[in-house]
């Protein structure tokens, strides 16, 4: 039985992060998609991704903009002016997702009453921990800067939006969009899967640092180098 529930959760959890709600059609659609599943992208980037003009795609990130779906930002490289690079906001984020979370939130909710709470988080952690069977590939761990940049964008596509830092002897993670955010709001435990996942993944223990920051809602975690 508990092995049948962890099979369901676990498709779940996947309709979740991949789902995405028709919120808009053709090009459109097309350029908010790209974007649900890249962390982050430039006008060129995007023309080229879709073989699209870069007009035709600032028109449509225009409109996404306005919409709130999506935030701009300057960034340099180089000499030169700086690039505009555009994300996922996280209504964008929410935008993305199906309508699962009912479901989820019934399931988890019974796994709980049948199965007790410990059992609850060992079953998250224990998806947690096959999602990442599929990021076998990344970059060698010794080359840790190109190997946490591969991760984060990797991370992307899963419905995460994450970014990093070192401070002295630590890496600090901070994420600032989890494909799981309504759960948790009801389940709290939710969160295992994210912990199970990030540490199966890059092969650290990580700490929990909080729920919040100065820059607003998110979730830090950090690991000892």
Known sequence: MFLLVQGWFSWFCCQMVYS??????NTKR???ETLAVTRQATISKLAEQLDLNPITVRHHLLNLEREGLITSSE???GVGRP???FQLTSDGQQAKKSNYHNLA???LSSVEETFGQDSSVALLETIGKKMA????SLPSKD???DFLDEFCDLMAAEGFNLDWEMKEN????????CPYHHLNQTHPEICAIDRAFFTQVLGRELQFENGNSARGKECVYSFEV
């Open 133 to 136: 069977q599929s990021y076998e």
């Open 105 to 107: 939130h019934q399931l």
């Open 170 to 177: 630590r890496i600090y993670l901070r994420n600032s969009s």
């Open 143 to 145: 080359q840790l800067p």
């Open 20 to 25: 995405h709600k028709a919120i808009m059609k």
């Open 30 to 32: 097309k350029i908010f």
């Open 83 to 85: 690039h505009l690079v």
């Open 75 to 77: 960034q340099r490289h």
